[in-house]
T-cell receptor, first 115, second 113 residues
């Protein structure tokens, strides 16, 4: 079983739709959760970062973490063609000293928002 | 504040050669990590450097190595290149405080002929 599972899509939606992107994980040591957006020929860009269960909102983006179910989601409201990109979930585990990081990524979901 | 800078952006090499990639982290960031990204495997962790020391390492062969300088700039070296090394190599930097998010550069696209 992979440590982080993410549906690769592709996902195609009309402009204005609500998009839901999801990842599941198996390692309960993961403590910090991130969503990155990657445009073609560019590096991943940090969208959301959270470390607690619950929701975190930033503009049109909402990150949701459920540690009991080992499940994280990213919601995009009022999606725009400029949101077309690959979305990657990522998560950290640390050792007891808090300084030995291992950032593990999902494979990414390719999203296309059609005008 | 300037982001993470990677050079060169593109490289073409042949099998058996070696290559060195460079990364300048965000000012004040002391942790630098390297990743390999391919369509089949996604983003895979290579290694992390902090204070000129390799602190964490992924599951890559010894042909992949790196170093970090006193100004936190980092280089990655791949020796005896193989066709399978063709990938996007990404560098990321972060502050060194409990699980701080990493910020990525735009990568070096390495093609092996």
């Amino acid at each position: 079983q992979k440590e982080v599972e993410q549906d690769p899509g592709p996902l195609s939606v009309p402009e204005g739709a609500i998009v839901s992107l999801n990842c599941t994980y198996s390692n309960s040591a993961f403590q910090y959760f991130m969503w990155y957006r990657q445009y073609s020929r560019k590096g991943p860009e940090l969208l959301m970062y959270t470390y607690s269960s619950g929701n975190k909102e930033d503009g049109r983006f909402t990150a949701q973490v459920d540690k009991s179910s080992k499940y994280i989601s990213l919601f995009i409201r009022d999606s725009q063609p400029s949101d077309s990109a690959t979305y990657l979930c990522a998560m950290y585990q640390t050792n007891s000293g808090g300084s030995n990081y291992k950032l593990t990524f999902g494979k990414g979901t390719l999203l296309t928002v059609n005008p | 504040k300037a982001g993470v800078t990677q050079t060169p952006r593109y490289l073409i090499k042949t099998r058996g050669q070696q290559v060195t990639l460079s990364c300048s982290p965000i000012s004040g960031h002391r942790s630098v990590s390297w990743y390999q990204q391919t369509p089949g495997q996604g983003l895979q962790f290579l290694f992390e450097y902090f204070s000129e020391t390799q602190r964490n390492k992924g599951n890559f062969p010894g042909r992949f190595s790196g170093r970090q300088f006193s100004n936190s700039r980092s280089e990655m070296n791949v020796s005896t290149l193989e066709l399978g090394d063709s990938a996007l190599y990404l560098c990321a930097s972060s502050q060194d405080r409990g699980g701080q998010p990493q910020h990525f550069g735009d990568g070096t696209r390495l093609s092996i002929l």
